[in-house]
């Protein structure tokens, strides 16, 4: 079980209450298939992928871009445990959440500026990680 001090859960709970998931959810997806491109392959049915800007202008991109988002709010909902809190999911997922999870904290980063200090990455990051660790867990 991790541990979250007192400024680390605040600090996920602000994050996701201010989140813009409209916004921020196709961002990151976008910018992980752009990223990693190996990643389209897990969305053959996306269509055509075939340059950035095809995959900015997907609607099922952005769509699936806010769907990911939300399902992070089930680990926001039970930080305590996050690992049965996903035990449904499969490996796949993790993978892919991995390489979304980096993405991710860029998106809000700069959508956060000077807002996300140090702190604020570390906590973000710390969540990101528990949450990818304990979907792989499940298949590990």
Not at 9 to 23: C, E, H, L, P
Not at 96 to 120: P, Q, S, Y
Request: charged share 20%.
């Amino acid at each position: 079980m991790v541990e979250w001090t007192d400024f680390e859960r605040a600090t996920i709970q602000s994050i996701f209450s201010k989140m813009n998931y409209d916004d921020v959810g196709p961002a990151a997806l976008s910018r992980c298939l752009v990223v990693y491109p190996w990643t389209q392959r897990y969305f053959g049915n996306f269509g055509n992928l075939y340059n950035a800007a095809a995959i900015r202008g997907k609607p099922m991109v952005a769509a699936h871009g806010k769907t990911v988002l939300h399902g992070l709010d089930r680990a926001v909902k039970n930080m305590d445990d996050i690992k049965a809190t996903y035990a449904e999911l499969s490996v796949l997922h993790s993978e892919k959440l991995h390489l979304l999870a980096d993405c991710l904290t860029i998106v809000v980063a700069a959508r956060m500026g000077a807002a996300f200090t140090a702190d604020v990455q570390g906590a973000f990051q710390k969540f990101l990680a528990v949450v990818v660790s304990s979907l792989g867990k499940q298949y590990h």
